[in-house]
């Protein structure tokens, strides 16, 4: 495609040469041909050595570019929408039950759904219309999944899962197993025991909602663990039994929620963060990376980080107590000096 005409699908203005775009790159690794964007001036150096053929820039920008600009009001998301362009189509995957999959005679399949190579659905379990499971799927007994929701391949659904509408399941995932259920310790004798406590519930997803590779969502102790519409969940993220989150939320890479804790929405979990079981975040909180939620957060405080996780002010305060000591320490010094010196006189 011509700069023109991606400027034009964009809904920008094109400033230099009518260059010809082939593929999306970064600043720092793009090439001739490829298409970059920038939003924030403190990045003008990056756009003044890039490689790129074209750059998306905001229309306020006023430090130019060694290549063709074109103006937008968001370069990000446009940036987005041009990468979408120069993709290759998906794979389309047809309608139809591969020879090689295990389908119960009793599983409802319906119209334009895609069952994939070594898929098996156990009875009971329900496929709305048009959605697609791809290979090496395990949909268990009595398991529903929406209308046009797409589960891509090794991802296993336990008996009794609930997924919407209109869902995205990457590779990988693993949705009602059992949670971490234990009853311990000491018999009369002194000897240890454990006994396991039986998952009897289900995991509940509601529409739009997407899970990424290799997450788990464990199934309720009883009742439910919900996932509300439209959460948008990493990789290798862990949640736990009777979890609720209400919908609109986001929990990034590595983050983990203990049981029973309820997340309420708009609500955003960063990357390696921990939240404690039994405990609820009220809308709109976000939680910072790597920080360890231990109780209760009502809103009062919109943005939490440390462990155990606080405000901003908060933490900002409790890291320069160390660099007010040593400044402490260094004026009681001179102190003692001088009054070291006036003694002697």
């Not at 964009?10 to 964007?37: H, I, Q």
């Not at 909602?209 to 509300?228: C, F, K, L, Q, W």
């Amino acid at each position: 495609m011509t700069a023109r005409e991606v400027a034009a699908a964009l809904g920008g203005t094109l400033e230099g040469e009518d260059v010809e775009l082939r593929a999306c790159g970064g600043l720092e690794e793009a090439r001739a041909g490829d298409l970059s964007f920038c939003k924030d001036p403190k990045h003008v150096r990056l756009v003044e050595s890039t490689k790129a053929s074209a750059v998306l820039l905001p229309p306020e920008w006023s430090l130019g570019a060694p290549c063709s600009i074109i103006r937008v009001a968001d370069p990000n998301r446009a940036c987005m929408a041009a990468a979408r362009m120069f993709a290759p189509p998906e794979p389309v995957r047809a309608p139809g039950v591969h020879p090689t999959a295990v389908v119960d005679p009793s599983a409802k399949i319906g119209e334009g759904v895609h069952i994939g190579p070594w898929t098996v659905v156990e009875k009971g379990a329900e496929i709305g219309a048009g959605a697609v499971v791809e290979a090496q799927v395990f949909v268990g007994e009595g398991c529903r999944i929406g209308a046009n929701t797409h589960i891509y391949p090794q991802m296993t659904l336990r008996e009794g899962t609930i997924v919407g509408a209109d869902c995205i399941i990457h590779c990988g995932v693993r949705l009602g197993g059992d949670g971490y259920g234990f009853n311990n310790g000491r018999r009369e004798d002194g000897s240890v025991y454990i006994e396991k406590i039986p998952q009897l519930g289900i995991v509940e997803v509601g529409d739009g909602v997407e899970i990424g590779s290799n997450t788990t969502i464990d199934r309720a102790r009883i009742g439910r663990t919900y996932i509300g519409p439209m959460t948008k969940i990493d990789n290798l993220v862990q949640i736990g039994h009777n979890v609720k989150i209400r919908g609109y939320s986001g929990l990034i890479a590595q983050s983990g929620v203990a049981g029973s804790t309820e997340i309420g929405y708009g609500c955003l979990v960063w990357a390696q963060a921990g939240v404690s079981g039994h405990i609820k975040i009220a809308d709109g909180v976000q939680v910072g990376p790597q920080a360890g939620v231990t109780q209760s957060l009502d809103g009062s405080v919109k943005y939490v980080i440390g462990a155990p996780a606080e405000s901003m002010k908060e933490f900002g305060g409790r890291l320069l107590v160390p660099k007010l000591l040593a400044k402490l320490k260094a004026e009681v010094r001179e102190l003692k000096s001088r009054v070291a010196a006036l003694s002697k006189r």
